[in-house]
C-alpha cells in the first residue's frame, strides 16, 4: 500500500507562485505514472498534469500548460508541481495520486488508484 501526502497549498495573489509538494511513502512509485488533480467547489475533479516515473514524460491539462510543470525527485520519492502566474480559476483543493499503469499518462481520475488527502490552493484578486 502507498501512502502520500500532499504540502505546500496555500493563500496567493493573483499573477504569483506556489510549489506543492506530494511525498510519497510505503510500496515503492517508482514504475508509475503519477499525477496531479484538483477540484474546485461545486464543480468535479479534473486533470492537472501527470509524470511517467521512468523517463520522465508529462502531460498536462491545456489550462495549466506553460504556466504549471510536474516533476519527481527519485531519491526523495517525491512529486512537485511548481505552479507559476496563478490566477483566480486555479483556486481548487490539489491532490496527488498514483496511477493504475505505468506507461499511459491518464488524464482520468479511475485510473489512478491512491489519493493524498489533498491542499488548498487559494488564487485572490
Known amino acids: 500500500q502507498v501512502q502520500l501526502v500532499e504540502s505546500g497549498g496555500g493563500l496567493v495573489q493573483v499573477g504569483e507562485a506556489l510549489r506543492l509538494s506530494c511525498a510519497v511513502s510505503g510500496r515503492t512509485f517508482s514504475n508509475y505514472v503519477m499525477g496531479w488533480f484538483r477540484q474546485a467547489p461545486g464543480k468535479e475533479r479534473e486533470f492537472v498534469a501527470a509524470?511517467?516515473?521512468?523517463?520522465?514524460?508529462?502531460s498536462y491539462a491545456d489550462s495549466v500548460k506553460g504556466r504549471f510543470t510536474i516533476s519527481r525527485d527519485n531519491a526523495k520519492n517525491t512529486l512537485y508541481l511548481q505552479m507559476n502566474s496563478l490566477k483566480p480559476e486555479d483556486t481548487a483543493v490539489y491532490y496527488c495520486?498514483?496511477?493504475?499503469?505505468?506507461?499511459?499518462?491518464?488524464?482520468?481520475?479511475?485510473?489512478?488508484?491512491?489519493w493524498g488527502q489533498g491542499t488548498q490552493v487559494t488564487v485572490s484578486s
Open positions: 509524470i511517467r516515473w521512468i523517463g520522465g514524460s508529462t
Open positions: 495520486a498514483r496511477g493504475r499503469g505505468t506507461n499511459y499518462l491518464s488524464p482520468l481520475s479511475y485510473e489512478y488508484d491512491s
